[in-house]
């Protein structure tokens, strides 16, 4: 029982962390351009994200004709699972799931979002969104392969695939972050882009796709994708605190450095264009993976040291 008590009660804290983070993004792109963001709902706009849900939840059901109905309905529930399945490998005091391969396992279910994404696009049978979801795909394979070396790369210089070990060598030795300074930047566009978020976002390229996968959904549907997009950002931001500056004398500055970060997605999205779909795949194919690769050898290299 315990175990289950635990399970819903950092779900339930994830997804109202989603809701005030769907608050501070209009806030913050208000301020960059200039206006108010969501003051009605309210005091200061408190509300708003519980309003959203209110209304997104209380709409119509769209039925297509043409659409296959058990993926169409099962790609965002698989989506935000995946994204909560995610956030019980965050080591705590209060966890009771410990896995000794996490890192393993934390690939593992990161991966998996593609289906979702895929089968998203491919359900509803439209051609808009069949595109977005293929682009998003080959964005999201493509860069896996860059976040799976750094992973390892920093996995190796602390010399252990479990999450705890992270914080226990973190803690007597050093940060991760100062070893591997270089590569902490590229981590984060990683992360970017495997998060399809601006400059990043070709599966939801308003201008040209319409919404990108997403275009027939409405409703309920529409906001559970849209929780688990904003849960994928809140969560690698919480692990990348975890995989470069994590230790147990400070946990404050973790939860700190992961609301910095999760600034920084903000501000990368109300100041920062988008880009040109073959410049994403040239960044990482042609400037990230031989980056990535000298490092997993020179971290391999320096675990011997250490």
Known sequence: MAFFFSIIISDICLLLAVAFFTLMERKILGYIQVRKGPNKVGFTGLLQPFADALKLFAKERLSIIFMNVFFFFFSPVFSLFLALLLWLLFPSCYSYFFSFFGIFFFLCISSMSVYSTLFAGWSSNSKYALLGALRSVAQTISYEVS????????????????????????????????????????????????????????????????????????????????????????????????????????????????????????????SVPRMRYDQLMGLTWKSFLPVSLFFLFFSSFVSWFI
């Open 147 to 270: 976040l799976i070396l750094i992973l390892l790369s920093v996995a190796f210089s602390v010399g252990s695939f479990f999450f705890f070990f992270f914080f226990f060598f973190q803690s007597f030795y050093f940060w991760v972050f100062f070893l591997l300074f270089p590569i902490f930047y590229i981590w984060l566009v990683t992360v970017l882009a495997e998060t399809n978020r601006a400059p990043f976002d070709f599966a939801e390229g308003e201008s040209e796709l319409v919404s990108g996968f997403n275009i027939e959904y409405g409703g309920g549907a529409f906001a559970l994708l849209f929780l688990a997009e904003y849960g994928s950002i809140l969560i690698m931001c919480i692990f990348s605190s975890v995989f470069f500056v994590g230790s147990f004398f400070g946990f404050l500055f973790i939860m700190l450095f992961a609301g910095g970060l999760s600034f920084l997605f903000l501000w990368v999205r109300g």
